[in-house]
């Protein structure tokens, strides 16, 4: 016979310690509310999985002023713009001089060491590599969470709440039954080749190009370590690209009048990132609350990504502390329309900067040339430099 599961108990159970799950671990224990956090990924398999790398204002706030630690201070990259290049020619939009506001680049697994360093210095519980995590009585006051730890022992956690932050695969909205859920999606008909390079800096800030053959989006990393994308088909293969014909590809998306050249190095790493834009509606069943990409996935062209999860939590842990520390359920209950009021707006702002700048193999020359006004509308306005200026150094949190 099987040993029975060992039990546990706790306030909050969260299923998933990526970066939203551990930063909401990080405000409950703040605020004296007891959580456990669940992981199925090991530490150095999140530490080593590349994601995007902008951080807004917001977010570097959430870090720096809960005490997170100031290492995305110190080793990021403060960025006051970003150039929009089209036509081969380069329009810089100024965060500062239009919105007073900055993006930090700073990648998301060094948010991910940041925030797991500080739960294990202020002796936060986090389980890494768990397997077998089930969500059960979700709509009664006692939820609970089978699971087993990385001995092999098989556990029941008893909460009062539980948080899905368990990424886009979540088995928390999959609890969800269908007849009380929304699942808003699209797909798109391409997705981006992502690489890491050994080279210097090929600018001070990030360029999203748009051409005629496809996209391009040139960012950095380190003095040493640049990270590039382009537009590829869905199921393209990144083993059989050869540096060169990476290279190749990335210029042919950034060649202009000006002579801009990428500075190549060797491409130490290559990969096909998919592209979908979802939203499950409401981030809510009984006792159970989805957050980031458990609930919401945005393309990468905005970095909205983390940033989302991030602002989730934010409202997700002042109402759980009302709920525990007062009884008050009113934030709790307002969670889902509160946090999917920021979540459509970036939705929005990710799919117009994606159509903007990506082409489609069955583009008319109606639609290349409706999106090169498109692009001159925002490049040579000031009210379109500030629209785009504003989502992308984010909204401000409530
Ligand atoms: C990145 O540096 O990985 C990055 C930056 C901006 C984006 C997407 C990815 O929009």
Redesign the pocket.
């Known amino acids: 016979m099987a040993a029975p599961r060992r039990r546990l108990t706790t306030t909050v159970g969260i299923v998933g310690g990526g970066p939203a799950g551990l930063m909401l671990s990080h405000l409950l224990s703040r605020a004296g509310i007891e959580n456990i956090v669940l992981e199925k990924r090991s530490h150095e398999t999140i530490r080593t999985t ?5 951080l807004e204002a917001g977010s570097v706030k959430m870090l720096t002023d809960t005490g997170v630690n100031g290492r995305v201070v110190t080793e990021g990259h403060r960025h006051e713009g970003i150039d929009l290049r089209f036509n081969g020619v380069s329009h810089r939009l100024d965060f500062q001089d239009l919105v007073c506001e900055s993006v930090w ?1 700073y ?1 998301q697994n060094e948010v991910f060491v940041d925030l797991a360093a500080a739960r294990k210095r202020d002796g936060g519980d986090v389980r890494f590599s768990v397997t077998d995590t089930q969500v059960l009585d979700l709509t009664s006051d006692e939820p609970k969470i089978y699971f087993t730890d990385d001995a092999g022992e098989d556990f029941e956690l008893h909460c009062q709440l539980v948080v899905g932050a368990d990424g886009s695969q979540s088995i928390c909205r999959k609890a969800i039954p269908a007849d009380v859920r929304s699942d808003h999606f699209i797909a798109y008909p391409f997705a981006w080749f ?1 690489i890491l390079t050994e080279a210097p800096p090929s600018a001070p800030e ?1 360029i ?1 190009a748009n051409s005629e053959h496809g996209f391009a ?1 040139i ?3 380190s003095g040493m370590v640049q ?1 590039m ?1 382009f537009q590829c088909d869905p199921d393209e293969d990144p083993s059989t690209w050869s540096d060169e014909q990476i290279w190749a590809e990335l210029q042919k998306r950034v060649d202009g009048p000006d002579g801009f050249t990428l500075k190549r190095g060797p491409i130490f790493e290559k990969m096909v990132l998919p592209f979908r834009s979802y939203v499950c509606e409401p981030l809510r069943y009984g006792n159970l609350f989805l957050a980031g990409d458990a609930g919401h996935t945005v393309p ?4 909205k990504g983390l940033n989302l999860a991030l602002a989730d939590v934010a409202v997700l842990a002042k109402a759980i502390e009302s709920f525990a520390t007062h009884g008050d359920h009113a934030l709790l209950d307002a969670y889902s329309d509160t946090a999917l009021e920021r979540v459509w707006k970036a939705q929005n702002f990710s799919f117009w ?1 994606t159509s903007m700048l990506h082409s489609r193999a069955d583009q008319s020359s109606f639609e290349r040339k409706r999106i090169l006004g498109e692009l001159n509308s925002v490049a040579t306005s000031r009210f379109g430099q500030q629209y785009l200026a504003e989502a992308y150094t984010g909204w401000p949190h409530g």
């Open positions: 590349q994601r995007a790398g902008i680049l990648p992502g990030l999203y989006l960012s950095q990393r990270r994308y990468p062209t905005g970095a900067m």
